[in-house]
C-alpha cells in the first residue's frame, strides 16, 4: 500500500509542478524510460536462463491473444452501451494502454475520439500502476499481467516485477512485445472499417 502512495504523491507533486512552471524536458522523460527498461534489464539478465523463457511455451501467446480479445470485447460493449460506432469503440480499446499510438492514430480519423483514445489508455496504465501491487496478491500474479496490456513491455514493468518477481517481469516483457508489435497493424485495420 505504502508503494501506491508513492506513486499518487509523485505524480501529485508532478501534476502541481506542471500547473505553476511548466519546464521543457524535451525527451528527457523518454531517455528515462529507456533507463529504466535498461535497469530492468540488467536485473533479468542476471539470473535469466533460457529455460524460463521456452517454459512460457502457449503463455507467451495465450496472455496477449486473451488480453487482445478481452480488452476488444469491453470496447464492443462500451460503444454499444454509450451508442457510438463499433470501430471506436473497438479502436480505442485495442490500444491496450499503448496511449501514445492509440490517441495520434484515431486522431487522425477523428479528433474527439483521438483524444478519448489517448484518455481511456493512459488511464488503463494508471491503473496498473494503482491496481497490479494488489491484484498480484489476489489471482495469480502472471495472469493479473493482463491488465497493462502493452505497457507490461516498458512502464508497468518495474511494477510487475517489484510485486509478481523475476518470472513475472519475462511474462510481463514477452506479453507487452507481442501486443506493442500487433497494436500498429490491428488500430488502422479497424479505423479502416
Avoid at 469491453?74 to 491496450?96: D, E, H, P, Q
Avoid at 516483457?173 to 488500430?187: E, K, M, Q, R
Wanted: some cysteine.
Amino acid at each position: 500500500m505504502r508503494f501506491v502512495l508513492y506513486v499518487l504523491a509523485a505524480l501529485l507533486l508532478g501534476m502541481t509542478i506542471g500547473h505553476f512552471y511548466a519546464p521543457d524536458f524535451g525527451n528527457l522523460y523518454e531517455l528515462m524510460l529507456y533507463a529504466l527498461i535498461l535497469i530492468i534489464g540488467i536485473d533479468l539478465g542476471m539470473n535469466f536462463r533460457a529455460s524460463e523463457l521456452r517454459k512460457l511455451g502457449k503463455k507467451s501467446l495465450i496472455l496477449p491473444a486473451g488480453t487482445l480479445v478481452g480488452s476488444m470485447l469491453g470496447g464492443l460493449v462500451a460503444a454499444l452501451l454509450l451508442g457510438i460506432k463499433l470501430r471506436w469503440g473497438l479502436a480505442i480499446s485495442a490500444g491496450c494502454g499503448w496511449y501514445s499510438l492509440t490517441g495520434p492514430i484515431i486522431a487522425q480519423y477523428s479528433p474527439v475520439y483521438g483524444a478519448l483514445g489517448f484518455l481511456s489508455n493512459l488511464t488503463r496504465e494508471l491503473l496498473t500502476v494503482l491496481l497490479y501491487p494488489s491484484l498480484s496478491r489476489k489471482i495469480p500474479a502472471e495472469v493479473a499481467v493482463t491488465m497493462g496490456g502493452a505497457t507490461t513491455m516498458d512502464t508497468t514493468l518495474a511494477i510487475m516485477t517489484k510485486f509478481g518477481g523475476r518470472e513475472v517481469a519475462v511474462i510481463a516483457f514477452v506479453h507487452g512485445f507481442v501486443l506493442t508489435a500487433v497494436i500498429p497493424f490491428l488500430l488502422p485495420l479497424i479505423l479502416g472499417l
